[in-house]
């Protein structure tokens, strides 16, 4: 189910433009995919200016098709009247057969979809998807501990070195 690796000359031509840092906090991430998006051209001016959020976003199956949910891309000031919806429902792109392995398994086992981040790939603009399982409180406070005991570690051999 994971997807393949990036050659270093495709992680060149990669630009991320947002993050959802709250994701790797709350969700426990089992598998990852890029997808395309369908967008209107003012959608795409306004990510290149780095005006979009998907903290509070989230993906859905809906009739076979992958549908990203409550994303937030402003509206691009130049665009006039022929502006979008910022929170408008988006199209994600994916193959049929990804579609059944990676999203279909998400909601059989109570899985959840989410949008790790949005990305520029060779011009294109891409969204990282994560197959995610939602942690509880004490799993959260858990990690955390876990993060803390690591950082002191580290520094303390950076000390002694």
Known sequence: MSAKKPSSR????????????????????????????????????????????????????????????????AEYPQATIVNHDRRRKRKLLLHRREIRKFAEAGQQQGLTLIPLAILFRRGLVKVRLGLCRGRRKHDKREQLKQ???????????????
């Open 10 to 73: 495709e992680e060149s031509e990669t630009r991320i433009v947002c993050r959802n840092r709250r994701a790797r906090h709350d969700y426990d991430i089992l598998d990852r995919i890029d997808c395309g998006i369908q967008l209107f051209g003012s959608e795409v001016k306004s990510i290149r200016n780095s005006q979009v959020s998907i903290e509070d976003s989230y993906a859905r199956v809906e009739n076979g098709e992958v549908w990203l949910i409550n994303c937030d891309i």
């Open 147 to 161: 993060q803390a005991h690591r950082r002191e570690m580290e520094a303390a051999l950076r000390r002694k070195r």
